[in-house]
């Protein structure tokens, strides 16, 4: 029973065939010829996988659980995934020759093989079937990552269809190595078939090659054969396949064809050195300047070639080898570009003798390495092949097979090649197709010749080693300059090139020695450095390290082209080159007969016209010139005082914008091989615009004294002067120095001097004159009087340049700190009083102000106040006061507050008072700085008989009379009354208080009233 396996979404199983089929029906091609070859790409697809349950079972291996029903499935069915896979099969008409790459399933089943987590059952599937060396593996991808299962189909189990559009294999399955060692731990069941397989893929043609028409002669075609041995050529190249660019680079692969001409099969071994290698090569041919350079601008590493398929078109008798060990004889065998693309199978040219066909086997150099898309491939500079950088260029490719058993008679024809032309874009880099015939057994170079009239091509045989091929051109540049260009291709030599020198005759000169190499890459261990050109002994060498300097040095090593170049001043003649072979041996050089310079009859130099002497000013040009006769070429050489001037090299020296330094002697050395000659001395004197060392300074003088600038210049011619004010010139004013004496206000401005001569002029830096005047005053302090404890302020208004400074005195003594044009008193006191004056001061002089006199007042103020009376009425009373104050006070008495009209005096007289006159007396004494108001003085005056005090004498005095009468002063007090006792009741005006009071107080109560 069929299952299909559980497939990822997005993903089916696809029938093959019809469409493919359809695809190809186009083709005019008949496929099935065994003189057709092709290299094929395999598309959609399925791979079915079949198990054997007695099998297994028998053998203990674990059984799909999708089997274990007894119903269950013994075949799966898995989609390939044609994104992921590259398988490409090469064939001989419909027989499959070899296989690359891989394809990759999707789908699953399910294993106890115990490599899945957690203990569920293991997923095995969506598989990576790799190709290689007859073998097919099947790796898991989901939970156990090993090789489950292996297959190697015989020839008759691998089936192409009619149109090549299908590719069928069957072949039995077997437990690998890792199934059986590392998961079932049971070595013996390696190899012990489980079931069977099918893969059934989709193929389309990458590239389908049939070989060029033979042509007579061994080394223009494919026809005809040798006694001595295989003798196997490169029959026919095609299909220039592009595989990206990484950077600049860009990296291609060719399909290859070999044919054995030999009359012995040729061997074709795996796994051994006995197999061929196959190098690839790009050339160009490209116009630079006027001529044509033929360059090498590829190189591949080695396809080693192994499984010969034996196909006929290669000659008769054709007589294939049953064993793909070997090629047999006029058969061929095809490589197409993916084979010579095949990174892990691309060996290193360093490890090759080309001549012998040996190489170490595994090579030593990136044995089964990939990497980038360019890694090891045929790599080419991009904008070597850039359309618009290489107009007019034509391109060859080659293919070149070393093979391990030729003879040395048939080692001369294993390189073919045919035009290349560069097509449309792709990426960064140009899609490269072949077009016209295969030149078989021919190297590239040979395209030389016709495609570039008057070059030539020839051929150094190396003895007991290999071929070389050197091609020459000269090109007449006109102007009495050729131009030489030489290529050597080193075919198969082992022994490599390591200089080459071409004959340079007396006279010639020569120039712009160049040099071309083609860039090993890939980790290749040679060195890159190009080879220096030089001219000594007669001879223009180039040369690279010699092998016992550096073993890696970068000889032209086989399959390689070198391009060495020069321009001369002579024309082409026959000429011996010489190349120095780079590995120790006999002969160590041989020569070749190219085209070299000419030696050349010269006439000395004789000058003609010698150099001027000039005088000029600094900043402009002078040439100096010189004519001489002689053959050419004529060089020339200027010199200043002796001395070589760099670069200086021509009839004429013009020197820009001279200056004191170049001032001196200059002449001109003319040469030619047959001598030279030295022109007489020309003087250049360099004049120059005046430069002032000393500028006039800047001055402050006092008006009325004297002021002088001074310049310092110098100058050739000497140098006249002009000063000016303010920028306009002074009458006059045309020496070094100007003094102004005396100075008024009015000289003060700008000065500066201009200094000029015949080459121009400078100024000076600008003197600024500042004219100070002496201090004055304009207004002077005023005399103030105030009063004391008020402010005091003295002013001064003065003049002068440069602004004075003010000092302030009293009575002729500076005060401190009194530097401003006023001096203020906040708060006087009659010490301050006195004269003022001012002091102003400023470089040029001082004034001193008039004096001011200050009077400083005082307030009035009482200095003694009035006294207090009790009077008995009748009596007189004087209150007083004294005062102090400037000016003198004057005086108002008060009564009770209130002014007493004409009591102005410091004394205030009542000669009789009465009982109206008492009350409070006080005085207000006052001048311009203010008043002052005593204490005031109580007046009390008592009526005789007023026993109470109430200011009357009536009834109600008679108690207390009686009371003081009786009782006494102290009684008659603590009664109440509080007037004077003796005026009160001393009615008799005796002094005291008795009996004798008694009638005239009682007379006073009646009368009511005492007089």
Request: proline share 5%.
């Amino acid at each position: 029973m069929l299952r299909i396996g559980a497939l990822r979404a997005g993903w089916t199983a696809v029938a093959v065939g019809a469409c493919a089929a359809s695809a190809f029906a186009q083709s005019q091609r008949d496929y099935s010829t065994s003189e057709s070859y092709g290299t094929m790409a395999a598309g959609a697809g399925i791979v079915r996988v079949e198990f054997d349950r007695d099998a297994m079972t028998q053998n203990n291996i674990p059984i799909p659980a999708e089997m274990q029903a007894a119903d269950g499935w013994n075949s799966f069915l898995f989609g390939v995934n044609t994104a992921e896979s590259d398988l490409v099969i090469q064939s001989r008409g419909l027989e499959v020759s070899q296989m690359t790459g891989q394809i990759v399933t999707v789908g699953e089943f399910h294993m106890p093989l115990g490599m899945a987590p957690n203990g569920e059952l293991s997923r095995v599937g969506d598989f990576a079937v790799s190709f290689q060396s007859g073998m097919i593996r099947l790796r898991d991808r989901l939970d156990v990552h090993r090789e489950l299962f292996v297959f190697a189909p015989t020839p008759d189990q691998m089936t192409l269809s009619a149109d090549a559009s299908q590719l069928v294999i069957t072949s039995p399955l077997q437990v690998s190595w890792s199934l059986a060692n590392e998961i079932l731990r049971a070595p013996a069941l390696e190899g012990v078939v489980v079931g069977s397989v099918e893969v059934n893929v989709t193929m389309s043609v990458v590239d389908w090659a049939f070989p060029a028409v033979p042509s007579a002669g061994e080394e223009g075609g494919v026809a005809g054969g040798t006694p001595n041995g295989p003798d196997v050529i490169t029959s026919s190249i095609s299909s220039m396949t592009l595989y990206g660019t990484v950077g600049t680079i860009a990296a291609y692969a060719m399909t290859t064809v070999s044919c054995n001409l030999g009359e012995a099969d040729a061997e074709w071994f795996a796994g051994t050195a006995d197999h061929p290698v196959i190098a690839q090569n790009l050339y160009r041919l490209k116009t630079v300047n006027g001529s044509k350079r033929f360059e090498q601008i590829g190189m591949s590493w080695l396809k080693h070639g192994w499984c010969a398929a034996d196909a006929p078109s290669c000659g008769s008798p054709y007589e294939s080898n049953g064993s793909c060990d070997w090629l047999g004889t006029h058969a061929t065998d095809t490589y197409g570009a993916g084979l010579n693309a095949a990174q892990p199978d691309l060996g290193p040219r360093s490890e090759v003798n080309a001549w012998a066909g040996t190489y170490p086997y595994p090579y030593v150099l990136g044995w089964n390495a990939s990497g980038n898309a360019i890694y090891k491939r045929l790599q080419v500079e991009v904008n070597d092949i850039n359309p618009a950088m290489n107009s007019g260029a034509l391109y060859w490719g080659e293919g070149h097979y070393v093979c391990t058993d030729e003879q040395a008679v048939n080692r001369y024809n294993n390189v073919t090649h045919r035009v290349i032309t560069v097509g449309s874009a792709s990426g960064s880099a140009w899609n490269l197709n072949y077009g016209g015939s295969v030149v078989a057994q021919q190297p590239a170079i040979n395209e030389w010749t016709p495609n570039d009239a008057g070059a030539t091509v020839t051929t150094v045989d190396v003895p007991s080693d290999g071929r070389l091929y050197v091609g020459y051109n000269v090109t007449n540049l006109g102007g009495g300059q050729y131009h030489y260009e030489y290529a050597i291709y080193n075919m198969n030599m082992h022994r490599s090139v390591q200089a080459f020198s071409i004959p340079i005759p007396s006279g010639v000169t020569v120039t712009n020695i160049g040099f071309h190499d083609v860039p090993y890459h890939s980790g290749e261990s040679y060195s890159g450095t190009d080879w220096p050109g030089s001219v000594a002994s007669g001879a223009l060498t180039w040369a690279t390290e010699t092998f016992a300097t550096n073993a890696n040095a970068n000889a032209l090593r086989w399959g390689t082209l070198y391009n060495f170049r020069f321009d001369a001043n002579s024309p082409p003649q026959s000429a011996t080159g010489t190349i120095t072979l780079f590995r120790t041996g006999s002969p160590g050089s041989v020569n070749v007969n190219v085209r070299g310079p000419q030696p050349i009859t010269v006439d000395p130099p004789v000058i003609t016209q010698h150099p001027v002497s000039q005088s000029q000013c600094a900043g402009q040009d002078v040439t100096f010139t010189v004519a001489a006769t002689g053959s050419a070429p004529l060089t020339y050489q200027w010199r200043f005082n002796t001395v070589n001037i760099s670069g200086a090299t021509s009839t004429s020296l013009t020197i820009t914008n001279i200056d004191a330094g170049d001032q001196g002697s200059y002449d001109c050395v003319v040469t030619n091989p047959a001598g030279s000659a030295t022109s007489n001395a020309a003087t250049l004197t360099v004049q120059n615009i005046p430069s002032i060392s000393t500028h006039p300074q800047s001055q402050t003088v006092c008006s009325g004294s004297s002021a002088t600038f001074t310049v310092v210049a110098s100058g050739n011619p000497s140098p006249v002067y002009q000063w000016q004010k303010n920028g306009v010139n002074i009458g006059g004013a045309t020496s070094s120095s100007y003094t102004i004496n005396p100075v008024g206000a009015g000289d003060a401005g700008n000065y500066r001097c201009v200094v000029s001569n015949a080459c121009g002029s400078a100024n000076s830096n600008t003197a600024v004159l500042t004219v100070n005047v002496g201090a004055s005053i304009s207004s002077h302090p005023s005399p103030q009087t105030v009063c004391a404890g008020s402010g005091a302020s003295f002013s001064v208004v003065a003049a002068g340049t440069p602004a004075p400074t003010y000092q302030w005195r009293r009575n002729g003594v500076n005060i401190g700190g009194a530097t401003s044009s006023t001096y203020n008193i906040a708060s006087t006191t009659t010490g301050d009083a006195g004269t003022y004056d001012c002091v102003v001061t400023n470089s040029c002089g001082s004034a001193t102000s008039n004096g001011a006199l200050l009077t400083v007042n005082t307030a009035a103020t009482i200095t003694s106040d009035p006294a207090n009376f009790s009077v008995c009425a009748g009596a007189g009373v004087t209150f007083s006061v004294t005062a102090s104050g400037s000016p003198a006070p004057t005086y108002q008495w008060r009564k009770n507050g209130v002014n007493i009209g004409g009591a102005t005096s410091s004394s205030y007289n009542i000669p009789a008072a009465g009982l109206g006159d008492a009350g409070s007396y006080d005085c207000v004494v006052t001048n311009s700085c203010g008043s002052d108001t005593s204490a005031a003085g109580t007046l009390a005056v008592t009526l005789q008989a007023d026993a109470n005090c109430d200011g009357t004498v009536n009834n109600f005095d008679i108690d207390l009379f009686v009371t003081g009468l009786v009782e006494g002063e102290a009684a008659w007090h603590a009664a109440g009354p509080t007037c004077d006792y003796l005026c009160a009741l001393d009615v008799n005006g005796d002094g005291s208080v008795d009996n004798f009071d008694i009638d005239p107080f009682t007379s006073c109560v009646i009368a009511l009233g005492c007089p």
